[in-house]
């Protein structure tokens, strides 16, 4: 089955006392994503994959996955290949608004979020604060 790759960007506003994105006005936050699809076949269903310093959109399970007949998408949070800063709760939110864009941007109807490495951990503790919230700042 022949794939598509679309690379694409959310961009967002985050109110913070700090600046910790490395481009961009003041308050933007730019998370770059990939979905890998197959041609000409929709869906309504996405398997949405991240790690904290992204960097994965071209790993044998994201793509056998799509091979197979999935739609599914590649989330880099902000701190794409450099983790010497990294806030976790951060890239939560970057993926907190790429997975909106799914939702309303893309037409998705069900959201998968898998995991590779650190991206697992990361899945896990994202769907833990959407269901929970508990983080108030980091």
């Not at 933007?28 to 929709?42: H, L």
């Not at 991240?50 to 590649?74: E, N």
């Not at 970057?94 to 037409?107: C, K, V």
């Amino acid at each position: 089955m022949e794939i598509v790759r679309t690379p694409y960007a959310v961009v967002y506003q985050e109110e913070s006392a700090f600046k910790d994105v490395y481009g961009g006005a003041g308050g933007s936050v730019f998370v770059e994503c990939m979905a890998i699809t197959p041609k000409d076949t929709p869906s309504k269903r996405v398997i949405v994959f991240t790690h904290p310093i992204g960097g994965g959109s071209f790993l044998p399970l994201v793509t056998a996955l799509a091979h197979g007949g999935h739609h599914v998408l590649y989330v880099n949070p902000r701190y794409r290949g450099n983790d010497s800063a990294l806030v976790m709760e951060k890239c939560i939110s970057d993926l907190a608004a790429a997975l909106r864009h799914a939702r309303d941007r893309l037409g998705y109807e069900q959201i998968i979020l898998g995991g590779w490495s650190g991206g697992g951990s990361m899945s896990l503790f994202y769907q833990d604060q959407a269901e929970n919230p508990t983080i108030t700042h980091t």
